[in-house]
């Protein structure tokens, strides 16, 4: 499932806390947003480690799960970069 993730959390240390849970499971393409790809079983864990990290009454993060036809068609101006998760990469 390819999904965009967004927050807007209150506090720095929980912002900070939320960006590096969602980092395990995907990039970040802009300061509060990121690309992921996950299983639903990845999706649920993901969702509780945030879920434990933030304050609900104070922060808010939204999932916008994409289609694999929408995603086909992603156009990007300006500065943006597009990861294709399907490209070799190596991890040093």
Do not use: H
């Not at 999904?3 to 990039?27: F, H, S």
């Amino acid at each position: 499932m390819n999904m965009i993730v967004t927050y807007d959390i209150a506090d720095p240390r929980r912002l900070n806390r939320a960006a590096k849970v969602i980092k395990d499971y995907g990039i970040r393409v802009q300061k509060s947003k990121f690309e992921v790809t996950v299983d639903n079983k990845t999706f649920v864990e993901m969702k509780a480690r945030i879920e434990d990290t933030i304050e609900p009454a104070e922060d808010g993060v939204k999932y916008f799960p994409v289609c694999e036809r929408c995603a086909g068609t992603l156009e990007i101006i300006g500065q943006g970069i597009f990861i294709d998760p399907d490209e070799e990469y190596y991890v040093l």
